[in-house]
């Protein structure tokens, strides 16, 4: 079992940054892949980010990559988001999750985190 909790959200100018962290619980939490997934009002959830157990390999949509950075600390069970040139439209809900599957295969991931509020204004 696998709990997640997300911190680090707020709001953010345009061109700004922040860096959002998701604390697990679970003494195997680093053989599982990560990812981060967003939802914006109205909106299906997006896969964003991911990385393998390792954190050797990692997976971003278009839309972020060079903006956004997935890493993680295994000695803290930790994963973090570092998202860089915000835009309007990075504003959502952005979730943690984990998966034992396969990184890149959004539906395999089985825990999740409450989510946490990211508002990038123009």
């Known amino acids: 079992q696998v709990q997640l909790v997300e911190s680090g959200g707020g709001l953010v100018q345009a061109g700004g940054s922040l860096r959002l962290s998701c604390a697990a619980s679970?003494?195997?939490?680093?053989?599982?892949?990560v990812g981060w997934f967003r939802q914006a009002p109205g909106k299906e959830r997006e896969f964003v980010a991911a990385?393998?157990?390792?954190?050797?390999?990692?997976y971003y949509i278009d839309s972020v990559k060079g903006r956004f950075t997935i890493s993680r600390d295994h000695a803290k069970n930790s994963v973090y988001l570092q998202m860089n040139s915000l835009k309007p439209e990075d504003t959502a809900v952005y979730y943690c999750?984990?998966?034992?599957?396969?990184?890149?295969?959004?539906?395999?991931?089985?825990?999740w985190g409450q989510g946490t509020q990211v508002t990038v204004s123009s």
């Open positions: 999750a984990a998966t034992s599957g396969d990184y890149k295969q959004r539906e395999g991931y089985k825990y």
């Open positions: 990385a393998t157990g390792s954190g050797l390999i990692t």
């Open positions: 679970g003494r195997t939490f680093n053989h599982y892949a």
